[in-house]
């Protein structure tokens, strides 16, 4: 009777003294995480992952979101690394791992934001200002982009520069142009002109979309519906940190869609990234996303080619992303009536270079490869080597892959990061393969 008993017992202290041995010999930190250990670190500054869906293909959950924001709009990760996110109050700078105390710059109307190679921010919003020729009692709301420097803590905070607009419109020269477009009871009134996205190149050369209601396309003053481009001012042969425009990009039509359009602005996206990679791409080309409801527009995220020719920029449609291999994907960039109401565009400047769309209508995140082919290459060992599988995701809810108005997005070092506006949250993402 005695060794029947105790045969069960020893089987149950048996793998005990075993582990107990292991922690001996080995150490504690060959079997729990320590403080130093890379996948402790990971948790600590990225989040975890939600154990439910950690070995569902695709995009898993990091947990936890960020919370605290009033209906996020645009977000972006900059050159220093931290996280920038405009909502209704303004711009907010936090960490990685939104451990740090949040960074706050109150703004009307914040609508984009990004970062240049020397660390300004940019934040598109809307201004008061009164305008003493027309009317010294009138107030006028404009819309602007700030010039930020020190946001992130390197000094004290400086304003050093706001493009007010139309005033920052090279194309309307005169006083007498600006003062047309400030005409309240005109239809084409400059009050209704958005700025929507801002991107920068590695010149630190800065774009920005803007839709309107002014878009004829045989006048001097260039249509509202457009992309212009901005470069610092250059004063004694030094470089300032004022920006001038330069350059309204005509050649996209902002009222025919077509693969060269422009007509209800959203967004924009260089393929120039915060640092994952050793040298950054002198290409100036971009993507950008048309967000139009009123039109039929075929394909409304663009990739816009820019071509140094010996007569200047010329901006080519990419007519390559058409060629659609159903063999090797089931959905594509430019495929027709893809997208319903495609707010942002983001560009992961890794070596997966992958393109990632959000949708306020289908409540989606889409990601594509830079051959325009949806999904991610299979892993190895799956069974079809030859067909993407497709990761994109998202319907309406509150749920941790679902969205309400998702609205702005960012990535870097493999996490997406998704502004959720009707959710009022940051939602973050890894794919599941890069946790293996």
């Known amino acids: 009777m005695k060794l029947a008993l105790i045969q069960p017992f020893m089987r149950v202290l048996a793998p005990l003294l075993l582990f107990f041995l292991m922690m001996v010999q080995g150490g504690c930190s060959e079997l729990f995480n320590t403080k130093d250990n890379a996948d402790t670190d990971e948790i600590f500054n990225e989040g975890k992952i939600d154990p439910r869906l950690e070995n569902v293909d695709g995009y898993a959950p990091v947990l936890p979101f960020w919370g605290g924001f009033d209906a996020p709009n645009d977000i972006h990760v900059g050159f220093d690394e931290f996280v920038y996110v405009t909502d209704a109050n303004g711009v907010h700078l936090l960490d990685r791992a939104d451990l740090s105390p949040r960074v706050t710059i109150e703004l009307e109307g914040a609508e984009a934001v990004t970062q240049d190679r020397l660390l300004n921010v940019y ?78 190149l590695a010149d630190n050369t800065l774009y920005v979309t803007r839709t309107g209601p002014f878009n004829e396309t045989t006048q001097v003053a260039a249509p509202d519906n457009t992309v212009l481009e901005f470069h610092r001012i250059v004063e004694n042969g030094i470089k300032t940190d004022k920006m001038r425009n330069v350059r309204q990009i005509r050649s996209l039509s902002p009222n025919v869609p077509s693969l060269r359009s422009a007509i209800g602005l959203s967004g924009i996206a260089t393929f120039v990234a915060p640092p994952q990679r050793d040298t950054y791409t ?74 990632f769309v ?49 609205s702005g997005v960012a990535y870097f070092r493999r996490v997406v990061y998704v502004a959720d506006k009707g959710n009022n949250r940051i939602a973050r993402y890894k794919l599941t393969s890069d946790f293996e």
Request: hydrophobic share 40%.
């Open 282 to 355: 002198d290409n100036r080309s971009f993507l950008i996303t048309q967000s139009q409801a009123n039109i039929d527009i075929p394909f409304r995220v663009l990739w816009i080619d820019v071509v140094e020719t010996v007569d200047g920029l010329v901006y080519q449609q990419n007519s390559q992303l058409l060629a659609q291999d159903t063999s090797q994907a089931s959905g594509f960039l430019y495929e027709t009536n893809k997208f319903l109401n495609p707010q942002d565009v983001a560009f992961g400047g890794d070596d997966d270079a992958f393109i």
């Open 358 to 406: 959000v949708d306020s209508e289908t409540h989606r995140l889409y990601q594509f490869q830079s051959n325009g082919q949806e999904g991610v290459p299979p892993p190895a060992g799956a069974e079809d080597q030859t067909r993407q599988i497709m990761v994109s995701f998202g319907e309406l809810g509150a749920g941790p892959k679902q969205f309400n108005m998702p």
């Open 123 to 200: 934040v598109a919003a809307r201004i008061d200002t009164i305008i003493e020729s027309i009317d010294p009692s009138i107030t006028w709301n404009l819309p602007a982009v700030l010039k930020i420097k020190n946001m992130n803590g390197a000094g004290p905070i400086k304003f050093v520069d706001t493009l007010i607009f139309p005033f920052d419109d090279a194309s309307l020269s005169t006083s007498a142009a600006q003062n047309s477009r400030l005409n309240r009871s005109s239809g084409t009134n400059y009050e209704k002109v958005k700025i929507t996205g801002l991107s920068i």
